[in-house]
T-cell receptor, first 115, second 114 residues
Framework: AQKVTQAQTEISVVEKEDVTLDCVYE???????LFWYKQPPSGELVFLIRRNSFDEQNEISGRYSWNFQKSTSSFNFTITASQVVDSAVYFCAPGGQTGANNLFFGTGTRLTVIP | DTGVSQDPRHKITKRGQNVTFRCDPI?????LYWYRQTLGQGPEFLTY????????KSRLLSDRFSAERPKGSFSTLEIQRTEQGDSAMYLCASSLQGNFQPQHFGDGTRLSIL
């Protein structure tokens, strides 16, 4: 079964600081997908990114960037120049076994951006 | 483009009662998922449908839980003889067909058992 560890339970940063959220996963699959979701105080889970295990290129989308290191089973997420609206719980979620299509969520990291 | 819609937003019921939740997925999505989220935890997978076929069920889905998607559009999740431990947020998501297409979530139904 898949497993994910987000060791940082809560992080607080001051607005405009950069912050990195760590994600370490375990999987027996040779090919797999990884996801990040954001859950703001309103509660709705918002899809941020999907990455497959074939592609180890880092990805940047605006202030967001992701660092995928297959060798260390990590898929870290960096927010540059954080804003108050970034305050949320962030979940890293590996996909389940191929064919199952379900996601395995960890306990998430609660990010608070202080103005 | 409407997103995933769940109804009701909040349900309060007494222990032992039956409850039913509804989920309307994004119209072009043929996959539909149910998750449960308790306070301080991430969502836990319950079950998923491709069209009207229920293809996967978690062992979290006890005999008291049943999900249907009769015409491949909306889905219902019923919990019979509710227990205190059923108190949670029930989340529905939908996606396009294909390997691990991004799942888009609704606002959830919060179930409170008195």
């Amino acid at each position: 079964a898949q497993k994910v560890t987000q060791a940082q339970t809560e992080i607080s940063v001051v607005e405009k600081e950069d912050v990195t959220l760590d994600c370490v996963y375990e999987t027996r699959d040779t090919t797999y997908y990884l996801f990040w979701y954001k859950q703001p105080p309103s509660g709705e889970l918002v899809f941020l990114i999907r990455r497959n295990s074939f592609d180890e290129q880092n990805e940047i989308s605006g202030r967001y960037s992701w660092n995928f290191q297959k060798s260390t089973s990590s898929f870290n997420f960096t927010i540059t120049a954080s804003q108050v609206v970034d305050s949320a719980v962030y979940f890293c979620a590996p996909g389940g076994q191929t064919g199952a299509n379900n996601l395995f969520f960890g306990t998430g990291t609660r990010l608070t951006v202080i103005p | 483009d409407t997103g995933v819609s769940q109804d009701p937003r909040h349900k309060i019921t007494k222990r032992g009662q039956n409850v039913t939740f509804r989920c309307d997925p994004i119209s072009e999505h043929n996959r539909l998922y149910w998750y449960r989220q308790t306070l301080g935890q991430g969502p836990e997978f319950l079950t998923y449908f491709q069209n009207e076929a229920q293809l996967e069920k978690s062992r979290l889905l006890s005999d008291r839980f049943s999900a249907e998607r009769p015409k491949g559009s909306f889905s219902t999740l019923e919990i019979q003889r509710t227990e205190q431990g059923d108190s949670a947020m029930y989340l529905c998501a939908s996606s396009l067909q294909g390997n691990f297409q991004p799942q888009h979530f609704g606002d959830g139904t919060r179930l409170s058992i008195l």
